[in-house]
């Protein structure tokens, strides 16, 4: 099992920056896949940001060039370093691993976006 813990959220004004994190109960040398999800009320969650072992890196297209993503192996931690803020980023964003076939989400954490 994997327990994954994020933080990092918070109220941010265009343009702005913010830099979540997600931490992994364990090694995340032995996590096939991690990535970042977003999801607004009365919307389906949707993937922001992922990350492979083999670092190989995708985005979605509205985010592509602002958000970057990044792995900690010694601290068994992800990032999501954002910047560029847009309102339109305001969701609460989740961290997900997929370990050994199975799917991992954290509590997520709320990222607002407003002047």
């Known amino acids: 099992q994997v327990q994954l813990v994020e933080s990092g959220g918070g109220l941010v004004q265009p343009g702005g920056s913010l830099r979540l994190s997600c931490a992994a109960s364990?090694?995340?040398?032995?996590?096939?896949?991690m990535g970042w999800y977003r999801q607004v009320l009365g919307k389906e969650r949707e993937l922001v940001a992922a990350?492979?072992?083999?670092?190989?890196?995708r985005y979605k297209d509205s985010v592509t060039g602002r958000f970057t993503i990044s792995r900690d192996y010694p601290k068994n931690t992800m990032y999501l370093k954002m910047n560029s803020l847009k309102p339109d980023d305001t969701a609460v964003y989740y961290c997900?691993?997929?370990?050994?076939?199975?799917?991992?989400w954290g509590q997520g954490t709320q990222v607002t976006v407003s002047s």
């Open positions: 997900n691993a997929v370990h050994q076939g199975f799917n991992y």
């Open positions: 990350i492979t072992n083999d670092g190989i890196t």
């Open positions: 364990r090694s995340i040398f032995s996590i096939n896949a």
